[in-house]
């Protein structure tokens, strides 16, 4: 394994380590992002890193909470900018950790985008996004021979500095054959409603995966006609991500998470 260089840059700046953590089981976590998390000076740890990953954070390590809530202003992201620059500055090395993979939804790219414009030397640590996560612990498969050729991977909230929305919800399930939305609870009815628009077929099925991969994970399926009623009956919460496609129905079939032996 490669050693973080602890001088820094020419002697004098530090590094950013822009790193995914998986979708929150702590034993989806790669093998360099626990390196990191051992040997990184600070953390800056977003929302969705969960106490059992805060858990394996060294008592000595410096931990910073950058995590951003719905509503919360933009300028938020800014904030974490300047805390990259300002350690670095000071010749830390840095785990940026991210939950997910931190270019699906993560602004690992605006946040490179800014260290490369300060000539801060940065490495970036894929994870496991919480979309493949959730549908693998649902027991969907995101892509099947029978079923779905194809998969999109969509947001649910998009930024709300943009004067037009950029997704076209009406055109994308006759594009692709799987939807995975993240952000997209609290904007489900909206969703649900639009998609709906371009789609005849109210039996289409959909599953909504809370917490998934965690202990707590729970599981609502449905379909197009009544995702909106249920997801309502069993007051789902955020996080959550919503799959829409026919693989959905292998979920009861494939269902191993809930059976599991967690003693491995």
């Given amino acids: ?9 020419d002697g004098n700046l530090g590094k950013i380590f822009i790193c995914g953590a998986g979708p929150g089981d702590p034993k989806l976590l790669t093998i360099r992002a626990l390196e990191l ?36 202003p933009t ?8 805390l990259m620059l300002e350690y670095s500055k000071k010749g830390k090395q840095v785990l940026r950790l991210k939950g997910g993979d931190p270019f699906i939804f993560g602004r690992g790219g605006e946040e490179a985008e800014f260290l ?26 995101l892509t099947h021979r029978k079923y779905s050729s194809s998969v999109a991977f969509v947001t649910g909230h998009e930024d709300p500095e943009k004067k037009t929305p950029i997704v076209k919800w009406e055109k994308l399930l006759g594009a692709v054959d799987t939807l995975v939305i993240y952000m997209g609870t609290e904007k489900l009815e909206t969703i649900i409603g639009n998609i709906r628009k371009g789609n005849n077929n109210e ?16 599981i609502v399926t449905g379909e ?4 909106v009623q249920k997801s309502k009956d069993e007051s789902i919460k955020p996080p959550a991500i919503i799959i829409i496609g026919e693989t959905v129905i292998l979920s009861d079939t494939i269902n191993w998470y809930s059976s599991r032996d967690p003693t491995p």
Wanted: proline content about 3%; charged content about 20%.
């Fill in 1 to 9: 394994m490669s050693e973080i260089n602890k001088t820094g840059i």
């Fill in 37 to 72: 998390i051992n040997k990184s000076d600070v953390i800056l740890y977003d929302r969705l890193i969960g106490k059992d990953i805060i858990q394996l954070f060294p008592k000595e390590t410096e931990k910073v909470y950058v995590g951003r809530n719905i509503g919360d």
């Fill in 75 to 82: 300028t938020h992201q800014n904030k974490t900018n300047e």
């Fill in 116 to 141: 490369k414009s300060n000539n801060i030397q940065f490495e970036i640590i894929p994870g496991i996004t919480s979309g493949i996560g959730a549908a693998i612990y649902s027991g969907i498969p």
């Fill in 203 to 218: 039996k289409t099925k959909v599953a909504i995966i809370e917490n998934g991969t965690l202990h707590n994970q729970r």
């Fill in 224 to 227: 197009i006609g009544n995702i």
